[in-house]
């Protein structure tokens, strides 16, 4: 039941530009929530946006949701080679003991 | 900080062999869950604990049982492993009086010949 679909599959910038990714999704959420994870490793938290929220900063991260289109996208400003690693985002319907659905993820690379 | 260990990072095995994947979480958080992640696939849910004792399947269970007879361990168990079966697995876990933010270990890599 995958719910999240990441776009585009890869990315690949040069440090210092922007790189936005998105995620669209079929369901109703609660939450939809971004991780990192970086080459053969764990899935790292990034940033959490709740359905009622259009817009949530975290440092150099920038996420929207529009729930009219059942879409959310991240924004990474100014980007640095260790910024290269797969994005996924991932969907939750209640808060707290979730559930979560993970889309298929973002492969970015930066370049120096 | 949270931390989730999974026992091994990489395993080989045999088909037939029975293996244990195990998960430690120093939180004493309720919720556990057991990842398998392929290329392509992405990350699927295989189960999945809300307490001790207590079990829920994924969305693919067939192959794998699992086992929570502590608050802080989930193991992961294929009772006969088979080649389809090679895999990363990445266990996390969560408090159901937080966000719903998932904590991962950093996976195991299984190797089935």
């Known amino acids: 039941s995958q719910q999240g679909e990441e776009d585009p599959q890869a990315l690949s910038i040069q440090e210092g530009e922007n790189a936005t990714m998105n995620c669209s999704y079929k369901t109703s959420i609660n939450n939809l929530q971004w991780y990192r994870q970086n080459s053969g490793r764990g899935l790292v938290h990034l940033i959490l946006?709740?359905?009622?929220?259009r817009e949530k900063h975290s440092g150099r991260l920038r996420v929207t949701l529009d729930t009219s289109k059942k879409s959310s996208s991240l924004l990474i400003t100014a980007s640095r080679a260790a910024d290269t690693a797969s994005y996924f985002c991932?969907?939750?319907?209640?808060?707290?003991?979730?559930?979560?659905?993970f889309g298929k993820g973002t492969k970015l690379t930066v370049n120096p | 900080d949270v931390k989730v260990t999974q026992s091994s990072r990489y395993l080989v095995k045999r088909t037939g062999e029975k293996v244990f994947l195990e998960c430690v979480q120093d939180?004493?958080?309720?919720?556990m869950f057991w990842y398998r992640q392929d290329p392509g696939l992405g990350l699927r849910l295989i189960y999945f604990s809300y307490d001790v004792k207590m079990k829920e399947k994924g969305d693919i269970p067939e192959g794998y049982s699992v086992s929570r007879e502590k608050k802080e361990r989930f193991s992961l168990i294929l009772e006969s492993a088979s080649t389809n079966q090679t895999s990363m697995y990445l266990c996390?876990?969560?408090?159901?009086?937080?966000?719903?933010?998932?904590?991962f270990g950093e996976g195991s890599r299984l190797t089935v010949l």
């Open positions: 996390a876990s969560s408090s159901w009086r937080a966000t719903g933010e998932l904590f």
């Open positions: 939180m004493d958080h309720e919720n």
């Open positions: 991932a969907t939750g319907t209640q808060g707290g003991s979730e559930k979560l659905v």
């Open positions: 946006i709740r359905s009622n929220e």
